[in-house]
């Protein structure tokens, strides 16, 4: 009976010690597990040559819906209208790179960004100015 009670309490003391070793986040989810890119990214920096974006639009954002389709969607300032697109994108988990095709206007936008620390940047020039915006988690 004292052999039970011992093995007992080592298999319970043996429990303890592995439940101290992990710690678990209460806002975490499963997907943040299996696809912790999936998210809300808010612009911090966007700049059109020498012009700084952010002072005519309130925001821009991208939004990795799911595992299949992105949103971007954006604010002007003047006059107060939001735009939103949608499109579909590829995401590598091995090289953490997401790529996403997007047409506004008749013209069609590729770009590919490796997405580290919940950070990444796009950098293409567009009509013939160099557009560079900095995103991360919102």
């Known amino acids: 009976m004292k052999r039970k009670h011992y093995l007992l309490l080592c298999v319970f003391a043996l429990c303890c010690l592995f ?13 943040d597990l299996t696809h912790p890119y999936i998210n ?5 920096a966007a700049r059109l040559g020498n012009e700084n ?4 639009y309130d925001y821009f954002r991208i939004t990795i819906l799911d595992e299949k389709e992105l949103e971007i969607s954006f604010k002007r300032k003047w006059p107060n209208k939001k735009n939103v697109y949608k499109c579909g994108y590829t995401y590598n988990p091995k090289t953490q790179e997401l790529s996403a095709e997007l047409g506004i206007l008749g013209y069609r936008f590729k770009q590919t960004t490796k997405i580290a620390n919940g950070k990444f940047t796009i950098s293409m020039p567009v009509f013939g100015r160099p557009l ?5 988690v919102k």
Do not use: H, R, V, W
Not at 53 to 56: G, S
């Open 19 to 31: 439940l101290c070793a992990f710690t678990f986040d209460k806002s975490s989810s499963l997907k």
């Open 40 to 44: 809300t990214y808010e612009c911090t």
């Open 53 to 56: 974006l952010l002072e005519k």
């Open 132 to 136: 560079l915006m900095n995103f991360e």
